[in-house]
């Protein structure tokens, strides 16, 4: 597991996030530490979401790949069916979101605030972007 404390402050806010944009909270609990800190319900589309707090701006593919690298290896080993999605959303220094898409040989931008903001209500769609990378 990911060394150090969860960044509980980040979760709470992505939670509040994933409310706004319209997303279902299914709430899990259990005393061992999971590899995912909440799940959500998309339109009928499950997503284990884990959260990452980054002190200095950079998300692109690259960027993620190389910053988030031990989660992304976190998120790929739980042994869950393809129909539930793996996603790694990534808190800036500004408080912006950045999500992303982890798939089994890849990762794949997903919207963010700027997107949402922008007018660009892209929730659900994982081929937002065509950015991707081996991962």
């Given amino acids: ?44 589309r499950i997503s284990l979401v884990r959260v990452r707090r ?9 960027d993620i790949l ?10 790929k080993k739980i042994p869950a069916p393809d129909e539930i999605y793996r996603e790694l959303w990534v808190r800036g220094p500004g408080r912006d979101w950045h999500r992303y898409l982890v798939l089994k040989d890849t990762i794949e931008a997903l919207e963010n605030d700027e997107d949402r903001q922008g007018g660009n209500n892209t ?7 065509q950015q991707t990378a081996a991962g």
Avoid: H
């Avoid at 929730?123 to 972007?129: E, I, L, Q, T």
């Fill in 1 to 44: 597991m990911t060394r150090g404390r969860s960044p509980v402050v980040a979760i709470g806010e992505a939670k509040r996030k994933a409310a706004a944009w319209g997303f279902m909270l299914i709430a899990v609990e259990t005393e061992t530490q999971l590899p995912f800190d909440f799940v959500i319900n998309d339109r009928g």
């Fill in 54 to 62: 980054l002190k200095y701006a950079g998300y692109g593919i690259s």
């Fill in 66 to 75: 190389r910053l988030c690298r031990q989660e992304i290896a976190e998120l």
């Fill in 123 to 129: 929730a659900g769609s994982p081929d937002v972007r």
